[in-house]
């Protein structure tokens, strides 16, 4: 009699997943996109190197890199505006 295959484990990946989409839809608030989107993106490696479903983590991380990029990129442009850039006085 064989035994059922036991069903692999996902939460880590689903976690990713969900992670990242907040990251993306929050990409363009500064400090919140940058942060979501850098713990999405290691969650998401975390998740690949603990074998989780790999579609999964790979589109949580891929959303997250973005929403990172695009936070660092707000968060940059609202600490140039609140400190004022070098020679626009």
Not at 17 to 31: C, E, H, M, N, Q
Not at 59 to 65: D, I
Request: aromatic share 6%; charged share 5%; hydrophobic share 55%.
């Amino acid at each position: 009699m064989t035994q059922p295959q036991a069903k692999p484990k996902n939460g880590l990946a689903i976690t990713t997943l969900v992670v990242g989409i907040v990251a993306f839809l929050t990409g363009l608030v500064p400090w919140v996109g940058l942060l979501l989107g850098l713990s999405a993106f290691a969650l998401g490696v975390f998740a690949l190197t603990r074998g989780q479903s790999k579609p999964l983590a790979l589109t949580g991380g891929s959303l997250g890199a973005v929403a990172a990029v695009t936070g660092l990129i707000t968060t940059i442009a609202l600490m140039a505006w609140l400190i004022g850039a070098p020679g626009s006085a």
